[in-house]
């Protein structure tokens, strides 16, 4: 059965006021506010299942020396205000803050449910070294959180550069991580997205925030026009490896027919399966077919390595 969310992710087209490229507007941290609550209110009214906003998006465009004059503790007025639109919208919520943790100042991702309640925090792990000059401590741990549409894995901007903490988060479970940035990311997060079989759904101070699936590919952005960017995942595609499965692809969509969608990726020699019938489990497909996930296939070559050494 397809397990189909629909992801709501955000942009706020923010640059800077006080380095070049100069923004149109001056952002305030009130104005911020305002935006972020308007797009989540936009998010409800797409029927989001999950909503993002970006890192720290009450300061978005201020220079570092005011983050302190921004940050709250979790209790705070903008922690309230975004837990209240994820319940009146019964949608879960990740959005970025500078949070107040017994006297430090951290970069957070926080988890609302669709209760409204805060059921996750991350502390980001890896801060720049601008943001520790202004007051960040860097925070410990990776995070995944259990919620009612899946296993969400929290990362923030400057993260995207140390390879560990991805894996951390598959070997956590991860189906679907959250990436919160000043920045845009680029090809790193398709890279990501695919070498760890994850759904990488990221929102930016700029332009473009993207939903990644899997294979690397986006599958929508936000852009200079729109600041909302909507998809519908099904966080039970698989992902299979050709090597001594290819054969079975087209006798698979002649059995199966609409009821089963198949794309075939050339390059990467991948290909997926995903139900398109709520009475088909894909894993009926695996076993009647004999098919082995490329997560496992993987591990299954690298056992043949480590004997055959």
């Known amino acids: 059965m397809p397990r189909i969310v629909k992801v709501v992710t955000t942009s706020f087209a923010t640059l800077e006021d006080f380095a070049p490229p100069f923004n149109l507007r001056h952002p305030d941290p009130q104005d911020n506010l305002r935006l972020g609550l308007g797009l989540l209110e936009a998010a409800g009214a797409q029927g989001a299942d999950l909503a993002l906003l970006p890192e720290g998006f009450v300061a978005a465009g201020l220079p570092g020396t005011r983050l302190r004059e921004v940050a709250q503790p979790y209790e705070g007025a903008a922690f309230r205000a975004v837990a209240e639109q994820a319940r009146r919208h019964r949608m879960n919520v990740v959005a970025g803050f500078y949070a107040l943790e017994a006297g430090r100042m951290v970069n957070v991702a926080a988890l609302f449910d669709r209760g409204g309640r805060l059921v996750g925090t991350y502390a980001k792990k890896h801060p720049t070294e601008g943001e520790i000059g202004c007051g960040v401590t860097p925070g410990g741990e990776s995070r995944v959180v259990e919620t009612d549409i899946g296993r969400i894995g929290l990362a923030i901007c400057f993260d995207i550069n140390w390879k560990s903490l991805w894996s951390e988060l598959k070997a956590k479970g991860a189906e679907l991580v959250c990436w919160l940035s000043a920045y845009e990311g680029g090809l790193p997060l398709q890279a990501h997205a695919c070498l760890h079989q994850l ?12 939903i990644i699936e899997p294979t690397g590919r986006v599958v929508a952005q936000t852009s200079r026009w729109g600041r909302l960017a909507t998809a519908a995942l099904d966080l039970d595609m698989r992902l299979f490896h050709t090597d001594g499965q290819s054969q079975h692809i087209l ?45 496992a296939y993987l591990a299954r070559c690298t056992r043949a390595q480590e004997e055959a050494r």
Not at 255 to 268: D, F, H, I, K, Q
């Open 251 to 295: 006798p698979i969509q002649a059995r199966y027919g609409a009821r089963l969608r198949v794309e075939t990726l050339t390059e990467e020699h991948v290909f997926t399966l995903s139900s398109a019938d709520p009475a088909l489990e894909v894993g009926e497909v695996i076993a009647e077919y004999g098919l082995v996930e490329l997560d």
């Open 199 to 210: 759904r990488v759904v990221t929102s930016v101070w700029p332009y473009h925030a993207k």
